[in-house]
Each structure stands twice: as structure tokens, then as C-alpha cells.
């Protein structure tokens, strides 16, 4: 098991950046897939990114590519979400995940039901 904490949330206007970070403690980030996951107020938790364990192959929803970067700081057990261009869209609870093992190729990094490590999420709000 892993304890999963984010942090780096907060209140941003329109066209802001953020960058969110996720500490992984009790086992190596590096033996992980990362994910991370939002959830809008009353829609369902979304896909946002992901990044693979083994070659860092990194895969992103169609909503925040080229907006969003999921990048790891293995040394530093952490994970981290660039978010530029922030649109009110945007505003949702952010949510870190990991999975030790996920097979199948990187289709299954987009699937919450992949992961089986989430930490309890850090807010995330854009004014216009």
C-alpha cells in the first residue's frame, strides 16, 4: 500500500496556473503508475492524466491535452500537475491515484477501476 497526499489547490482566476503535487510515502513512487483524476461538483470523477511506471509513457483526457503535464520527481516520491490556461471548467476536486501493476496497455491507465491508491484530493477552484 501507499498513502497517496495532495496538495497545491487553491482559488485561481481565468487563465491562471496551478501546479499540483502528490506525495507518495510507505513504498517508492517509482514502482507505481500515477493517475490523476477531478470530479466537478455534481458530475462523476473524470480521466485527467496519467503517467506509466516502467517508461513514463505519459497519456492525457482530450479536455486538458496541451493544457495540462503530468510529470514524477521519482528521488522526490511525487508526482505533479502543471495546469495553465485554467478555465472555470476547470474547478473540480483533483484527485492522485496509484496502481502498482496495470495491464494491457495505456487504455487502462485512464480506468479509475486500474487503480486501487487514492489520496483524499485537494480543491481546485477558476473564477472567470
Known amino acids: 500500500q501507499v498513502q497517496l497526499v495532495e496538495s497545491g489547490g487553491g482559488l485561481v482566476q481565468a487563465g491562471g496556473s496551478l501546479r499540483l503535487s502528490c506525495v507518495a510515502s510507505?513504498?517508492?513512487?517509482?514502482?507505481?503508475?500515477m493517475g490523476w483524476f477531478r470530479q466537478a461538483p455534481g458530475k462523476e470523477r473524470e480521466f485527467v492524466t496519467a503517467?506509466?511506471?516502467?517508461?513514463?509513457?505519459?497519456v492525457y483526457a482530450e479536455s486538458v491535452k496541451g493544457q495540462f503535464t503530468i510529470s514524477r520527481d521519482n528521488a522526490k516520491n511525487t508526482v505533479y500537475l502543471q495546469m495553465n490556461s485554467l478555465k472555470p471548467e476547470d474547478t473540480a476536486v483533483y484527485y492522485c491515484?496509484?496502481?502498482?501493476?496495470?495491464?494491457?496497455?495505456?487504455?487502462?491507465?485512464?480506468?479509475?477501476?486500474?487503480?486501487?491508491?487514492w489520496g483524499r484530493g485537494t480543491q481546485v477552484t477558476v473564477s472567470s
Open positions: 491515484a496509484a496502481a502498482r501493476e496495470i495491464y494491457g496497455g495505456t487504455y487502462y491507465l485512464r480506468l479509475q477501476v486500474s487503480y486501487d491508491n
Open positions: 510507505g513504498r517508492t513512487s517509482s514502482s507505481y503508475n
Open positions: 503517467i506509466s511506471k516502467s517508461d513514463g509513457i505519459t
